[in-house]
């Protein structure tokens, strides 16, 4: 038979046995085919559409977000001293640094963008009707879960902005009744913004957020699945009657299309626009307006008419009440009914309660253009911000150089006692700044053991065990040895 | 094989479906054409897709995880440690502290190194570093004997840094130096202890 193929047919036949061979070998062990086929051969009643691609969209976008957050991770370090200088270095020293940050800086817009689109569109479409209840409520703990992971992420790079926000946004935890005060402590790991602060966002945005997240799009996918693609308006959500199309192949190449356009949308403007980064976090700055990222803008603005007494209402009754409506959704508006024309109360509530963010979104930043004081201040900060960009990255000097390097300049006596340890050969044995050598023992942090008299007991009469390596009675005079005292107590 | 076959299957029944949504598909989007060219090509423009896409993704991921290949974060710089003319006249090892700064990532260590300048035999300057060779310890020049004497386990060393007597297992460790505008200029390198070669310590 294979005679009469060509040698190009006889290769091309190979080959393929061969891939289907190892096909088959690890389709044995693992399944895969019919997982594969479960998976993609989900029917969609009334055929695909473009307006199915947003969770799809919403799921890249957080895989997006994971990968690159992790490998920011390498270069990060959360704590006060150092996540500015390192969020700095990545932006500024690392190869392609500014570009992996901004696309995570920006990727967490595109995930607020793709939602609402998530959300306006089972909304339009009804999509949460029909025994869907517990999948709506699985996609709202996932809508407050990556708010929850802007406002942590927000804080990590500690400059200026970041810092400020956070302490607002803290801050309204504490008008929460009785246990309000409580929470914001805990959220800052303190009564104040501090390093402490730091560690539990980076915490809650890297290990405790992401997991829940990763919990709960399971359930999501698993309760959509279950309950079936809702299809188009005119569908039956329960018992679907028109013709179904499986998500494979073209839902799933639309997904793709949707999903490159937004990686590709995004690099464009990462590339073109890098997320800047601001000055260092200064806690004693007076003047700082923050300003949080646009999609928090809306509650921000919402915050400032509610001051004083009332603020409980404003602050916690209100947005509880809109809370509620949006989760209970499904419970509320329970008929089968999906047409946006047919349900007009839910629909004008919907649009109502939309055109009221987008109203105090656009407010927030008119107000701040139009008060002549604000918009100097922030002008101000722009240009502050513009100047950190433009200068070139400064490695932070580890602290145990800073101390050595001190000495002279903050004790006189110490730095005395500097020369006469150096003049007499103690840093021989000792070690320079009194790091220790095998021939001699480590010297930081003799101060912390031994009282001043103590240590010049021991310097003018070793003990046995420090005569047995080699140390000698020193007869100095007594203004050098207080001299020597007061460096070796400098050294930290 | 078997994925193939029911691709085509669901191929058919696809055409079939459509031929019942023709007009509304058409007149949805123009995209219904792309899609419309079977799995096959669909399957090969998903995957062209997810190709693109990892490709699109791995590339700047990659650069950056490899950053330090190409940063020169723990390479020592040269340090200055005063004019040349200043040591021409020397007739006996000065003892000189160096400041060393070392940049490690997104920090810098600066610390003080003390280090003899010198001349050799021939009248060259030459800079050596004070570890002493053996154990490590600081090895000052003692001037009443004209060497350089460790005071841990008494290595004796000649003013050049050649090895005299005692334990050291050589002479003391010269530093690499060059003159660049008159400034002298040294590389402070930590080398190992208890061998006869120089070997420097990564």
Known sequence: MNQSLTTQEGSKLANRSRTSRVFEWFDERTGINKLLGKALDEPIPGGVRFAYIFGSGLLFLFISQVITGVFLAIYYVPSADHAHTTVAYITKEVTAGSFLRSLHSYGSSAVVVVLLLHVLQTFVYGSYKGRRELLWIAGCVLFALMAGMAFTGYLLPWDQKAYFATAVGTNIASEVPLVGEGIKRLMRGGADMGTLTLSRFFVAHVFLIPSVIFFFVAIHIYLFRKAGAAGPISEDPIAPKQKAESFYPRQLLMDLVFSLLLITALSVFSWLVPAELGPKANPSDTQFLPRPEWYYRPMFHWLKFWQGSQSFIGIIVIPTIVIVLFVGLPFIDRKLERRPWKRPVGVIVFALVFLSFVTLGVLSYRDDRRNPAVAAQIAKQRKETEEFMRTPFEPETASSSLAAANIALADPLAAQGKTIFEAQSCNSCHGDGGIGTPAGAKLIGVGAKMSPDQLITVLRQPTAKMAEGGMTPLKWKDDDMKAVVAYLRSLK | ?202
């Open chain 2, 1 to 202: 094989m078997e994925r193939e076959d029911q691709s085509i299957e669901a191929g058919t029944q696809q055409s079939e479906g459509r031929a019942q949504l023709a007009a509304p598909l058409e007149r949805r989007s123009f995209l219904g054409l792309l899609f419309g060219v079977g799995s096959v090509g669909v399957t090969a423009l998903i995957s062209i897709g997810v190709a693109s896409i990892s490709a699109l993704l791995s590339v700047p991921i990659v650069r950056f995880v490899l950053h330090p290949l190409s940063a020169k974060t723990t390479e020592t710089a040269w340090s200055e440690i005063g004019a040349a003319e200043e040591f021409s006249a020397i007739t006996i090892p000065v003892k000189r502290l160096m400041t060393v700064e070392q940049r490690d990532g997104w920090r810098k260590v600066i610390s003080e190194k003390s280090v003899y300048v010198t001349k050799g035999k021939d009248g060259q300057l030459r800079v050596l570093s004070a570890i002493c060779t053996h154990l490590g310890c600081s090895v000052p020049w003692i001037e009443a004997k004209g060497q350089f004497i460790c005071p841990c386990h008494n290595g004796v060393f000649a003013p050049d840094g050649a090895l005299i007597s005692g334990p050291p297992p050589r002479g003391l460790d010269e530093l690499e130096t060059k003159i660049e505008g008159g400034r002298l200029l040294v590389r402070y390198q930590y080398f190992r202890q208890l061998v006869p070669t120089k070997e420097v310590i990564a």
